[in-house]
Structures are given as C-alpha cells and as structure tokens.
Nanobody, 125 residues
Framework: QVQLVESGGGLVQAGGSLRLSCAAS?????????MAWFRQAPGKEREFVAA????????NYADSVRGRFTISRDNAKNTVLLQMNSLKPEDTALYYC?????????????????WGQGTQVTVSS
C-alpha cells in the first residue's frame, strides 16, 4: 500500500516562497516510483505542476511554474519536495502529491495511481 502525506502549505503574500513536502511510505521509495505534484483550484480541474523520475535525473514542469518551482526528491528520506518561489495569486490551490510505478517523469493525471490528501496553498495579492 502506497501512502502519501503532504505538508508545508499555508498563506503567503505574492512574491513569497513556500516549500511543500511529501512523505511517502517506505515501499514507494524502495521501488521505482515517479513522484509528482498536481494542484486544483476551486472550480477548476486538477492540473499537473511538476514531476520527477525515480532516479531524480528527469523532471518536467508545467509552463506556468517553470523557472519558479523546483521539484526534488531524497530517496533515503522517502521525501519529495516542491520549492515554490515568486508565488502568484493564481498559484492558490490545493496541492496534491502523487506516485506512479515507472521510470519517467510522467505528466498525465491518469498516469498516477496513488494520491495524498492535499495541502492548501493560498497566495494573497
């Protein structure tokens, strides 16, 4: 069973930074799992934010966050991070951690079978 628990969300002013963390069950990081972050704003569909391959060598980002957000992982600590800088009000959403068996940094919602409960990020203008 893959369990994912997000933390690090909160309220921040525009231009500020937050770092989200996703703690995964041990098995997730002992096998080859791609990890990703998605987000969902009120009234909108869940959308891809960033993904990182099991090795950490491959990453993908949504155009809207590229250059501002950085995804990383520490397999020894069973953790994946999302560093978010230069935050904008439009980044306000519930952020979800997701996991998928495989080697690539998948970007599709349907590529991920395992999801956390989400952590709220609110950016004020």
């Amino acid at each position: 069973q893959v369990q994912l628990v997000e933390s690090g969300g909160g309220l921040v002013q525009a231009g500020g930074s937050l770092r989200l963390s996703c703690a995964a069950s041990r098995r997730t990081f002992s096998d080859t799992y791609t990890m990703a972050w998605f987000r969902q704003a009120p009234g909108k569909e869940r959308e891809f934010v960033a993904a990182i391959s099991w090795s950490g060598r491959n990453t993908n980002y949504a155009d809207s966050v590229r250059g501002r957000f950085t995804i990383s992982r520490d397999n020894a600590k069973n953790t994946v991070l999302l560093q978010m800088n230069s935050l904008k009000p439009e980044d306000t959403a519930l952020y979800y951690c997701a996991a998928s068996r495989g080697y690539q940094a998948y970007i599709g919602l349907g590529d991920y079978a395992y999801w956390g409960q989400g952590t709220q990020v609110t950016v004020s203008s």
